[in-house]
C-alpha cells in the first residue's frame, strides 16, 4: 500500500454531496478509469462499491505519457494505490488544482458491477 498525499478514512455513515455517481461492469484483470479535474484545491471524497476486489490508484495526468511510453510513473506521480479487499472502499484525498486519472483494477475472477461517487465531504 503506497500513500503519496494526505487521506483519512471516512466513517459508514451515509455520504452527502455526491457530485458524480457511475457505474460499470468490468471484466477481471480489466480497468476502470476516470478522469477527474480539480479547479481548486480540494479534499475530494471517493466510494467504491462492488463485490470483488479491486486495486485502486490515483494518479496526476504528468504519469500519462510516462505509461503511455512503457514506463513506471514516479512516486510524485502517484497520489494513492491501494489492493482494496474489504469492500465498501471510502477515503477523502486533498487534492491540488489538476487533473488526474482514477484507475480501479477488477482483481476478482469474475465481471463485476463498480460504482464510483465522488462527493464533497461534509463540513
Known amino acids: 500500500m ?3 498525499g494526505i487521506l483519512s478514512a471516512v ?3 451515509t455520504v452527502k454531496y455526491v ?3 457511475t457505474k460499470k ?3 477481471p484483470e480489466q480497468e476502470w478509469n476516470r478522469e477527474l479535474n480539480v479547479k481548486n484545491p480540494a479534499k475530494i471524497g ?3 462499491e462492488c463485490e470483488n476486489p479491486v486495486v485502486v490508484t490515483l494518479i496526476k495526468d504528468s504519469a500519462i505519457p ?3 511510453a512503457g514506463q513506471a510513473p514516479g512516486k510524485a506521480d502517484v497520489v494513492l494505490t491501494e489492493d482494496v479487499v474489504k469492500l465498501p472502499y471510502k477515503r477523502e484525498i486533498d487534492l ?3 487533473k488526474y486519472w482514477f ?3 477488477n482483481n476478482g475472477k469474475g465481471t463485476v458491477d463498480i460504482t464510483m461517487k465522488w462527493y464533497k465531504p461534509s463540513p
Request: proline share 0%; glycine share 8%.
Open 2 to 4: 503506497l500513500f503519496c
Open 11 to 13: 466513517d459508514d455513515a
Open 19 to 21: 457530485f458524480d455517481q
Open 25 to 27: 461492469g468490468i471484466l
Open 46 to 48: 471517493i466510494l467504491i
Open 66 to 68: 510516462k505509461i503511455q
Open 96 to 98: 491540488a488544482a489538476g
Open 103 to 105: 484507475i480501479i483494477l
